[in-house]
């Protein structure tokens, strides 16, 4: 509360800077009072509509609200102005845009559009090879498409780079995401005459109903594949 009456003099003395703007928008959400977040977001959009992190801001806004189309759409403005044709980015850039592509590929799994967001989440490991959450999403996309080999071998790499030896390679994770009951079911004699799809799909994580959204938001992949050679670690 303290920070935002601070901000708010701040403003009242010069609204033309952006970051004021912006991290009282940041305060409001944290305070739980979305219109008004999302009201100053507007407004660095306004003052700088090149600003691909208020986009992505208010993706998350719209997303923890249950406005998927919105979200969506948001995080697709942070992502193209993230990529402006010609553009030689910085490590840091590169791994912000890998993150801002994960939340979207995330949104989409969680919205039954589990094909798009593997394109999405694809290239949001292709920009940054470290990105635990994309692959960990990847792999349940995998899952949800009974691809079940390759997701163990994503999650494997997830613990991994968690600094942990792979637990009986990714089959633990798989575990707690379909639940451990139903997991074990899948070993037992009882179950054998049951095809792994009608398994996977009865022990599925329930998720949000398939949404219709515009072709626009879950086409094409929303970046061109972008082949480059990546540089070496220090």
């Excluded at 102005?81 to 590929?105: N, R």
């Excluded at 792994?196 to 109903?209: D, E, Y």
Aim: proline share 4%; hydrophobic share 40%; charged share 30%.
């Amino acid at each position: 509360v303290e920070a935002k009456d601070v901000l708010e003099r701040s403003m009242q003395a010069d609204n033309s800077i952006t970051a004021t703007h912006f991290n009282l928008a940041k305060v409001y959400r944290a305070l739980g009072q979305a219109r008004f977040a999302e009201h100053f977001f507007r407004n660095v959009l306004i003052l700088d509509p090149a600003k691909g992190r208020a986009h992505f801001e208010l993706a998350e806004l719209y997303r923890s609200e249950g406005h998927m189309k919105e979200a969506a759409i948001e995080y697709q403005a942070a992502i193209k102005i993230a990529l402006p044709a010609g553009k030689v980015m910085t490590q840091e850039e590169m791994v912000s845009l890998s993150s801002w592509m994960s939340s979207f590929g995330s949104l989409l799994r969680e919205c039954g559009s589990t094909r798009q967001a593997l394109e999405i989440l694809e290239q949001a490991i292709d920009w940054n090879g470290q990105n635990s959450i994309a692959r960990f999403e990847y792999g349940r996309c995998l899952l949800e498409i009974f691809r079940e080999d390759d997701a163990r071998r994503h999650f494997s790499k997830v613990e991994i780079d968690a600094g942990r030896e792979p637990e009986a390679g990714g089959e633990i994770i798989i575990g707690r995401i379909v639940g451990a009951e139903d997991w074990c079911a899948k070993h037992d004699s009882r179950y054998v005459e049951l095809s792994k799809p009608q398994w996977l799909h009865s022990a599925r994580l329930k998720t949000i109903p398939s949404t219709d959204f515009p072709a626009s938001m879950t086409g094409a992949p929303v970046a061109p594949r972008v082949h480059r050679r990546r540089r070496r670690q220090p």
